[in-house]
Protein backbone atom coordinates (compact mmCIF):
# COMPACT_ATOMS: atom_id res chain seq x y z
CA UNK A 1 0.00 0.00 0.00
CA UNK A 2 0.81 3.63 -0.89
CA UNK A 3 -0.38 6.47 0.42
CA UNK A 4 -0.45 10.30 -1.18
CA UNK A 5 -1.10 13.25 0.40
CA UNK A 6 -1.18 16.82 -1.46
CA UNK A 7 -0.93 19.48 -0.46
CA UNK A 8 -0.23 23.36 -2.04
CA UNK A 9 -3.20 24.46 -4.30
CA UNK A 10 -5.10 27.12 -4.16
CA UNK A 11 -5.62 30.66 -6.09
CA UNK A 12 -3.36 32.52 -8.08
CA UNK A 13 -3.38 35.27 -10.69
CA UNK A 14 -2.80 34.91 -14.50
CA UNK A 15 1.65 34.73 -14.45
CA UNK A 16 1.56 33.93 -10.67
CA UNK A 17 3.16 30.37 -9.50
CA UNK A 18 2.37 27.60 -7.33
CA UNK A 19 4.09 24.80 -5.87
CA UNK A 20 2.46 21.28 -5.26
CA UNK A 21 3.51 18.88 -3.09
CA UNK A 22 3.17 15.43 -3.26
CA UNK A 23 4.32 13.56 -0.30
CA UNK A 24 4.34 9.30 0.14
CA UNK A 25 3.64 6.85 2.84
CA UNK A 26 3.86 3.14 2.98
CA UNK A 27 5.74 0.95 0.50
CA UNK A 28 7.83 3.75 -0.59
CA UNK A 29 11.04 1.59 -0.52
CA UNK A 30 9.30 0.10 -4.10
CA UNK A 31 7.59 3.06 -5.96
CA UNK A 32 9.01 3.38 -9.39
CA UNK A 33 6.54 5.70 -11.25
CA UNK A 34 5.18 9.26 -9.84
CA UNK A 35 3.37 11.74 -12.20
CA UNK A 36 0.88 14.37 -12.10
CA UNK A 37 -2.43 14.62 -13.77
CA UNK A 38 -5.14 17.37 -14.37
CA UNK A 39 -8.58 17.10 -14.54
CA UNK A 40 -10.92 20.51 -15.13
CA UNK A 41 -15.01 20.40 -15.28
CA UNK A 42 -16.37 18.06 -18.07
CA UNK A 43 -12.72 17.53 -19.47
CA UNK A 44 -10.86 14.01 -19.20
CA UNK A 45 -8.40 13.81 -17.05
CA UNK A 46 -5.29 14.71 -18.73
CA UNK A 47 -1.38 13.70 -18.09
CA UNK A 48 0.96 16.95 -17.25
CA UNK A 49 3.76 15.03 -15.97
CA UNK A 50 5.90 12.22 -14.65
CA UNK A 51 9.35 11.10 -12.96
CA UNK A 52 10.86 7.65 -12.28
CA UNK A 53 11.54 8.05 -8.57
CA UNK A 54 15.43 7.02 -8.58
CA UNK A 55 15.95 8.61 -12.51
CA UNK A 56 17.00 12.03 -13.46
CA UNK A 57 14.35 11.88 -16.86
CA UNK A 58 11.22 13.76 -16.73
CA UNK A 59 8.56 13.83 -19.46
CA UNK A 60 6.06 16.93 -19.91
CA UNK A 61 2.77 17.39 -21.76
CA UNK A 62 3.38 19.88 -24.64
CA UNK A 63 1.02 22.26 -22.85
CA UNK A 64 3.26 22.67 -19.49
CA UNK A 65 6.64 22.50 -21.26
CA UNK A 66 9.17 25.68 -20.08
CA UNK A 67 6.60 26.48 -17.35
CA UNK A 68 6.26 23.68 -14.65
CA UNK A 69 9.23 21.80 -13.29
CA UNK A 70 8.24 18.21 -12.14
CA UNK A 71 10.82 17.07 -8.74
CA UNK A 72 11.37 14.84 -5.96
CA UNK A 73 12.85 14.75 -2.79
CA UNK A 74 13.83 11.12 -2.13
CA UNK A 75 14.90 11.49 1.63
CA UNK A 76 11.11 13.07 2.54
CA UNK A 77 9.36 10.91 -0.19
CA UNK A 78 7.75 13.92 -1.47
CA UNK A 79 6.87 14.56 -5.28
CA UNK A 80 6.90 18.48 -6.22
CA UNK A 81 5.29 20.25 -9.26
CA UNK A 82 6.59 23.94 -9.43
CA UNK A 83 3.90 25.50 -11.55
CA UNK A 84 5.03 29.11 -13.05
CA UNK A 85 3.99 31.52 -15.70
CA UNK A 86 0.28 29.73 -14.88
CA UNK A 87 -2.51 30.72 -17.75
CA UNK A 88 -6.24 30.34 -16.79
CA UNK A 89 -6.60 27.17 -19.34
CA UNK A 90 -4.26 25.65 -16.36
CA UNK A 91 -7.34 25.93 -14.54
CA UNK A 92 -8.07 22.16 -12.86
CA UNK A 93 -8.10 19.73 -9.68
CA UNK A 94 -4.47 18.27 -10.09
CA UNK A 95 -3.65 15.44 -9.30
CA UNK A 96 -0.60 13.02 -7.58
CA UNK A 97 -0.36 9.38 -9.00
CA UNK A 98 2.26 6.81 -8.07
CA UNK A 99 2.82 2.97 -9.06
CA UNK A 100 5.30 0.67 -7.88
CA UNK A 101 5.79 -0.93 -11.03
CA UNK A 102 8.50 -0.37 -13.72
CA UNK A 103 6.68 0.63 -17.28
CA UNK A 104 7.79 3.07 -20.39
CA UNK A 105 6.82 6.31 -21.16
CA UNK A 106 3.77 5.63 -22.92
CA UNK A 107 3.11 4.10 -19.53
CA UNK A 108 3.97 7.05 -17.86
CA UNK A 109 1.18 9.40 -19.13
CA UNK A 110 -1.35 7.33 -18.89
CA UNK A 111 -3.88 7.49 -15.89
CA UNK A 112 -5.23 3.91 -16.04
CA UNK A 113 -0.97 3.40 -15.68
CA UNK A 114 -0.94 4.14 -11.83
CA UNK A 115 -2.32 1.96 -8.86
CA UNK A 116 -2.20 5.30 -6.44
CA UNK A 117 -3.57 8.64 -6.28
CA UNK A 118 -3.91 11.15 -4.35
CA UNK A 119 -6.74 13.24 -2.91
CA UNK A 120 -6.52 16.10 -6.16
CA UNK A 121 -6.02 19.62 -5.12
CA UNK A 122 -8.01 22.66 -6.87
CA UNK A 123 -5.83 25.22 -8.54
CA UNK A 124 -7.56 28.03 -9.77
CA UNK A 125 -5.97 30.99 -11.93
CA UNK A 126 -7.94 33.90 -12.23
CA UNK A 127 -7.45 36.56 -15.55
Known amino acids: QVQLVESGGGLVQAGGSLRLSCAAS????????MGWFRQAPGKEREFVAA????????YYADSVKGRFTISRDNAQNTLYLQMNSLKPEDTAVYYC????????????????????WGQGTQVTVSS
Open 51 to 58: TRWSSTNT
Open 97 to 116: AADLRTFGVTGLTRAPTYDY
Open 26 to 33: GRTFSLNA
